[in-house]
T-cell receptor, first 114, second 107 residues
Framework: DAGITQSPRHKVTETGTPVTLRCHQT?????MYWYRQDPGHGLRLIHY???????DKGEVSDGYSVSRSKTEDFLLTLESATSSQTSVYFC?????????????FGSGTQLSVL | QKEVEQDPGPLSVPEGAIVSLNCTYS??????FMWYRQYSRKGPELLMY????GNKEDGRFTAQVDKSSKYISLFIRDSQPSDSATYLC???????FGSGTQLTVLP
């Protein structure tokens, strides 16, 4: 998966607990993204980053925060997980944004919030 | 109205069939049109992309864009069981995905 590692691969947690998902890349791509994938909704952008400490909101950012302290790492945090955040989360990277965005995806994290 | 609409299927065809996957989009400003393929329990991977209208062919796959009708198509010739996957169309800029069509090619 193009030098992208997501961890953990699976996570079960309880409502109200904080959860952090990690994405690590070895491609030195500028842009990093967090998507969630749900049946009937496809892939929806949560947050993205255009550089170290530079992030912006996506379509479904409520309840999520992100941080990027190093080029290679992009963290997604659910401050207080809810059942509606049960989903498959994908990290992606790209060299450019705004024109031809060739995204490379990780293998995903299956998150269940009980 | 969603910016990109895609029939979710599922679509099941016999091996060797020609497959047609389609999407419609609403914003005429989109310039790049992409198809991603996603195998079960994997992340999507870029299959093909086209710029503006016209056709692009890559082996058994042909991507077609009709900007006048805002219609995107992916054709798969001589389909194989290994083509069984979910296919997602996407439009750019500010990449927006369709919901995906699940395809099964039966041997």
């Amino acid at each position: 998966d193009a030098g992208i590692t997501q961890s953990p691969r699976h996570k079960v947690t309880e409502t109200g607990t904080p959860v952090t998902l990690r994405c690590h890349q070895t491609e030195n791509h500028r842009y990093m993204y967090w998507y969630r994938q749900d049946p009937g909704h496809g892939l929806r952008l949560i947050h993205y980053s255009y550089g170290v400490k530079d992030t912006d909101k996506g379509e479904v950012s409520d309840g999520y925060s992100v941080s990027r302290s190093k080029t290679e790492d992009f963290l997604l945090t659910l401050e207080s997980a809810t059942s509606s955040q049960t989903s498959v989360y994908f990290c992606a990277i790209s060299e450019e944004r705004g024109r031809l965005e060739k995204l490379f995806f990780g293998s995903g994290t299956q998150l269940s919030v009980l | 109205q969603k910016e990109v609409e895609q029939d979710p299927g599922p679509l099941s065809v016999p091996e060797g069939a020609i497959v047609s996957l389609n999407c419609t989009y609403s914003n005429s400003a989109f310039q790049y049109f992409m198809w991603y393929r996603q195998y079960s329990r994997k992340g999507p991977e870029l299959l093909m992309y086209t710029y503006s209208s016209g056709n692009k062919e890559d082996g058994r796959f042909t991507a077609q864009v009709d900007k006048s009708s805002k219609y995107i198509s992916l054709f798969i010739r001589d389909s194989q069981p290994s083509d069984s996957a979910t296919y997602l169309c996407a439009v750019s800029r500010q990449l927006t995905f369709g919901s995906g069509t699940q395809l099964t090619v039966l041997p």
